[in-house]
C-alpha cells in the first residue's frame, strides 16, 4: 500500500501522511480500502476525522484523504470506485458529509461540490482554487459550518 501511495503522488510524504493517520486517534479501520488486482493493491483510500471549529465549538467530521491509484492502473475506474465504496461505508456509520481538498474536476464527477457554498472551509494552499475545498453530502444540507482543523497526522504533509 505504502509503495502505491507513493508511485500514485510521486512522494514519500502522502505515504508518511497514511502511516500517521493509521497511529492516530482519527483513524477509522472500517473506512481505509483498498483495492487488488491478481492480488497486488493498486489503490488505497482512507476517510479518517477531523475537526470542524465554528469559532466557539470543534465538531468531529469525516475527511477522505488521501485517494491514490498506481500510475499504471489509472484511468481505469479504480480510483472512482474506491471512492464510492467508501462514501458508502460512510453512510452506512452514520456520516451526514464528507471534506476534502482535491481535483474539482475529479472528484465533482463523484458528487463533491465546492464547500464554501455550506459555510464549510479548508485552508488551502496558494496555489490551490478555492473549489478544491469540497464536500459530499450524505444526508442532507449540513446543519454546521466553520473551519476544516487538520489533526496532527497532516502536520507534516501542509506544513511542506
Not at 472500517?30 to 476517510?47: C, F, I, N, Q, W
Not at 474539482?104 to 464527477?109: A, E, I, S
Request: no cysteine; aromatic share 8%; charged share 20%.
Amino acid at each position: 500500500m505504502r509503495q502505491v501511495v507513493a508511485a500514485a503522488f510521486g512522494s514519500e510524504r502522502e505515504a508518511d501522511l497514511v502511516e500517521a493517520i493509521r497511529a492516530s486517534p482519527e483513524y477509522i479501520p472500517g473506512l481505509a480500502l483498498v483495492a487488488e488486482m491478481d492480488g497486488v493493491v493498486v489503490g488505497h483510500v482512507m476517510v479518517s476525522f477531523t475537526s470542524l471549529d465554528d469559532g466557539s465549538v470543534r465538531r468531529t467530521i469525516h475527511h477522505l484523504s488521501p485517494l491514490a491509484v498506481a500510475p499504471d492502473h489509472q484511468r481505469a475506474g479504480i480510483g472512482s470506485a474506491l471512492v464510492e465504496a467508501v462514501v458508502q461505508r460512510t453512510r452506512e456509520r452514520g456520516g451526514d458529509f464528507i471534506v476534502l481538498e482535491g481535483d474539482p474536476r475529479y472528484y465533482g464527477r463523484l458528487g463533491f461540490e465546492p464547500s464554501a457554498a455550506y459555510n464549510i472551509f479548508i485552508d488551502l494552499p496558494a496555489w490551490a482554487p478555492p473549489e478544491a475545498s469540497q464536500i459530499r453530502l450524505l444526508a442532507g444540507k449540513p446543519t454546521v459550518s466553520g473551519r476544516v482543523v487538520y489533526p496532527p497526522a497532516f502536520n507534516d504533509v501542509i506544513e511542506s
